[in-house]
């Protein structure tokens, strides 16, 4: 064996020993998941991503109901406008929109914390262990545990209200994300949500979607406040009725 | 070629350590912290008080325009603002995430998040007013000290209308003291805007531990009176129970 043919099998040897040991650290630590992700309708492989079923499995009774819905929506489209009441969104529809909105996720011990620009809402999912606690309130976020499965993060939510008319769902509701670090076609990482929803009540069988973000470094959360032009009226002399308080 | 190998391995070796701090920032890692939910507790001797304030004849102007039916952001569901999320007393909870590059302030308000960055970075210029403000912070000893600017003058410094302008800096060092078996976040907390005040106003705000206490939902608080009342009645019997009666005075 030469020097360099030596010089070469050494660092053949110290690399594969690195990299076993980086495998092992990457296995022992679960991925931080913590940054400013932008959702995209765009999937990995570059074709458009639908976040909801066109045709989800509704039960027939709740199928009337919506299909009701849609000839009302289709006839008087500012009533069925959601976010004319500054409402926060309900789980899991923060985790499905595609506009220009972007998610923090901030990954400390034993929880991650998503901060939503729109609505200012926040998600808590705690990995410590605990179990829901009993009689808790439905929620607009609902609540969540979660634990790692290898790279995934895996995590149950329950106790979301009720749903909205376009995206129904009941108190039995569980919903069961995957989240994990994923390349695209280019080798970019994103994170993809995937999420079983499973209400036996609304729908005939549980059924499964998925949202993208890409990462944005360097970006920061802006000021979303639902009722800024109110106020911004208001500041301007206009008298203006607040919807929501007589 | 040993060399491009060498390389190759330090890379991904580099590649493997990156995953390392892994799942979470290790809370070791920092100088003390402050990660839970607490709830402010009554402050004595209000130094908000406008009576108890050098005031110039600008500021004093501002405060004798201040109609809270048009100039109280929270009446039209807007955040608070800071530092009037950090300086208020009502029954509501703040939440601190922390990190060892970020300190986040979660308010249980309108909306009301903090961001303090602890990495170091400058401040962008320019540098628009904001409700959030823009906050910097540093390590001293056991003590994080913020300094927050670009609030914008829209939003006020208490429920009573005291004004500020652009130009308002606010220091606040967060130290955690303990007293009968409780913890504390103590917040002392400075404001300087010399057109309006003659002197900084000097405000130490003590928030009291307390996890248990429920988190509502943001701006659903304001919307839904009804959700807002029962949670205030909640938590001010929460904030009652861990309190004075269990773990006495505030330090």
Known sequence: ?246 | MPKIGASLVLGLFLGGVGFLPGGAAAASALPVDFSGVWVASARSGDALKPDKLHMTERGKAALAAFDPRHHDSTRFCMPYGTPRNTLSTAPYPVEIVQRPERLTMIFDRLGDVRRVFLDGRPRPNPLWPTWLGHSLGHWEGKALVIETVAMTKESILADNGLPHSEDMRVTERLSLASRDGAQWLIDDITITDPALYEAPIKVTQRFRRADGAEMSEGSVSCLLDQWRQDLERRNQTLAGEVGAEKNGAPP
Request: hydrophobic share 40%.
């Open chain 1, 1 to 246: 064996m030469t020097h360099g043919a030596l010089a070469r099998t050494a660092a053949l040897l110290l690399g594969l020993g690195l990299l076993i040991a980086a495998s092992v650290a990457v296995a022992a630590a679960p991925p931080d998941l913590t940054g400013v992700w932008m959702p995209t309708a765009i999937g990995p492989d570059g074709n458009r991503n639908r976040t909801w079923p066109a045709k989800p499995p509704l039960l027939p009774a709740v199928q009337a109901d919506y299909d009701a819905y849609r000839v009302l929506a289709a006839a008087n489209p500012e009533d069925f406008d959601s976010a004319r009441s500054c409402l926060p969104y309900i789980m899991p529809r923060p985790m499905l929109v595609v506009a220009q909105y972007p998610l923090e996720i901030v990954q400390t011990d034993g929880r991650v914390t998503m901060i939503f620009e729109l609505h200012n809402d926040v998600r808590r999912i705690y990995l410590d262990g605990r179990t829901p606690p009993s009689g808790l309130r439905p929620t607009w976020m609902g609540y969540s545990v979660g634990h790692w499965e290898g790279d995934a993060l895996v995590v149950r939510t329950t106790s979301v209200r009720d749903g909205t008319i376009d995206q129904p769902h009941g108190p039995s509701m569980v919903l069961t994300e995957r989240l994990r670090l994923i390349k695209d076609k280019d080798a970019n990482t994103m994170l993809e949500d995937e999420i079983t929803v499973d209400d036996l009540a609304t729908y005939a069988q549980p059924f499964t979607v998925r949202n993208f973000f890409r990462q944005r470094p360097g970006v920061e959360i802006g000021e979303y406040f639902c009722s800024e032009d109110l106020w911004q009226q208001n500041l301007s002399g206009n008298a203006t009725k607040i919807p929501w308080r007589n």
